[in-house]
């Protein structure tokens, strides 16, 4: 599966943004998606994941209640709505897939990756 992010912007802390993450192929709804994020001099950390039919989620601390996690498998499209942006959320967010079950937190756990899409929150 090929994966494209879009989405990232320069907001200000507070605001919102909704990154979305194209699918290509058939058989998206066989894996487990995942949203990771990277800071400049900081390592690639799990942000959300999703289950094949969307009905389960899962979020870092860090984003809960803040961030939500959907997918549309019809159009093979997942999302990660981000409300009340802080600063400390500023990264290149990366969605990615894991074909099979199971939650996996770990980059490594994941077999197919988008480009980065930037977001940047201003205080």
């Known amino acids: 599966v090929q994966l494209q992010a879009s989405g990232g912007g320069f907001v200000q802390a507070g605001d919102s943004l909704r990154l979305s993450c194209a699918a290509s192929?058939?058989?998206?709804?066989?894996?487990?998606m995942g949203w990771f994020r990277q800071a400049p001099g900081k390592e690639r950390e799990f942000v959300a994941a999703?289950?094949?039919?969307?009905?389960?989620?899962y979020y870092t601390d860090s984003v809960k209640g803040r961030f939500t996690i959907s997918r549309n498998n019809a159009e093979n499209t997942l999302h990660l709505q981000m409300n009340s942006l802080k600063p400390e959320d500023t990264a290149e967010y990366y969605c990615?897939?894991?074909?099979?079950?199971?939650?996996?937190?770990?980059?490594?756990?994941?077999?197919?990756w988008g480009q980065g899409t930037l977001v940047t929150v201003s205080s």
């Open positions: 999703i289950s094949w039919n969307g009905r389960s989620t």
């Open positions: 192929g058939r058989t998206f709804s066989s894996y487990y």
């Open positions: 990615a897939a894991r074909y099979g079950g199971g939650w996996a937190l770990h980059s490594y756990e994941y077999d197919y």
